[in-house]
T-cell receptor, first 107, second 111 residues
Framework: GIQVEQSPPDLILQEGANSTLRCNFSDSVNNLQWFHQNPWGQLINLFYIPSGTKQNGRLSATTVATERYSLLYISSSQTTDSGVYFCAVHRRRALTFGSGTRLQVQP | EAQVTQNPRYLITVTGKKLTVTCSQNMNHEYMSWYRQDPGLGLRQIYYSMNVEATDKGDVPEGYKVSRKEKRNFPLILESPSPNQTSLYFC??????????FGPGTRLLVL
C-alpha cells in the first residue's frame, strides 16, 4: 500500500518562529489533506490540497504531486499551534495518514 | 453550522457489554467512515459507507458492526467489546473524493 512519511517527527519552537513540515508519499494520489490534532484530541481540517498552494492566515501549504510531497508552513507560531500535524492521502475509500509531526510552541 | 457529531464523547465500559457510538452529519454527505487512533499505530479505517445501505470493511473491521439506514447517521456498534478496543474513535464524512470532515472523537475505555 501507499506509504506516507512525515518529517520532522518532533519540533519545538519559540513563539513567533516559523516552521516547515514535510509530507512524502510513495505513489501518486488524487487528494491530500493536512490536519491539526489539538491537545484535546480533535482533528481540525487545515487544507485540502491535491496540488498547488493555498494559504489561510499564518498557515500555507504546497503540494507538488508530480514529486510526491507536500509542505505545510507555519509562520509566526503561537502556543495555540501546539499539537500534532498529520497529512493524509486519499486512496480508494479511505485516508492513509502519516505518523504526524508533534509541534510544541513555547512562550 | 456544518458539522459531524459523535456521542458519547467519553465512555468507560466492561468487557462484553454491547455499546453503540453514534455519528451524525448535517452536510448531506454520501460518504461516511469510522477510524480508530492508537499510539504507535496511527489512524486506521474500521468501516466505511458510500451511501445508504452501502457499507464495507476498512482495514480493521474485526469486532465492529455498522449500519447506514439514513444518509445522515452512521453508528458504530461493538457487540462484545474487549480491552483491545480501547481507543480514540473518529467518524468522518465527505462528498466522494472531496475534503473529509471529522467528528470530535470518542474516547473508549474497555475494562
Amino acid at each position: 500500500g501507499i506509504q506516507v512519511e512525515q518529517s520532522p517527527p518532533d519540533l519545538i519552537l519559540q513563539e513567533g518562529a516559523n516552521s516547515t513540515l514535510r509530507c512524502n508519499f510513495s505513489d501518486s494520489v488524487n487528494n491530500l489533506q493536512w490536519f491539526h490534532q489539538n491537545p484535546w484530541g480533535q482533528l481540525i481540517n487545515l487544507f485540502y490540497i491535491p496540488s498547488g498552494t493555498k494559504q489561510n492566515g499564518r498557515l500555507s501549504a504546497t503540494t507538488v504531486a508530480t514529486e510526491r510531497y507536500s509542505l505545510l508552513y507555519i509562520s509566526s507560531s503561537q502556543t495555540t499551534d501546539s499539537g500534532v500535524y498529520f497529512c493524509a492521502v486519499h486512496r480508494r475509500r479511505a485516508l492513509t495518514f502519516g505518523s504526524g509531526t508533534r509541534l510544541q510552541v513555547q512562550p | 453550522e456544518a458539522q459531524v457529531t459523535q456521542n458519547p464523547r467519553y465512555l468507560i465500559t466492561v468487557t462484553g457489554k454491547k455499546l453503540t457510538v453514534t455519528c451524525s452529519q448535517n452536510m448531506n454527505h454520501e460518504y461516511m467512515s469510522w477510524y480508530r487512533q492508537d499510539p504507535g499505530l496511527g489512524l486506521r479505517q474500521i468501516y466505511y459507507s458510500m451511501n445508504v445501505e452501502a457499507t464495507d470493511k476498512g482495514d480493521v473491521p474485526e469486532g465492529y458492526k455498522v449500519s447506514r439506514k439514513e444518509k445522515r447517521n452512521f453508528p458504530l456498534i461493538l457487540e462484545s467489546p474487549s480491552p483491545n478496543q480501547t481507543s480514540l474513535y473518529f467518524c468522518a464524512s465527505s462528498t466522494s473524493g472531496e475534503t473529509q470532515y471529522f467528528g470530535p472523537g470518542t474516547r473508549l475505555l474497555v475494562l
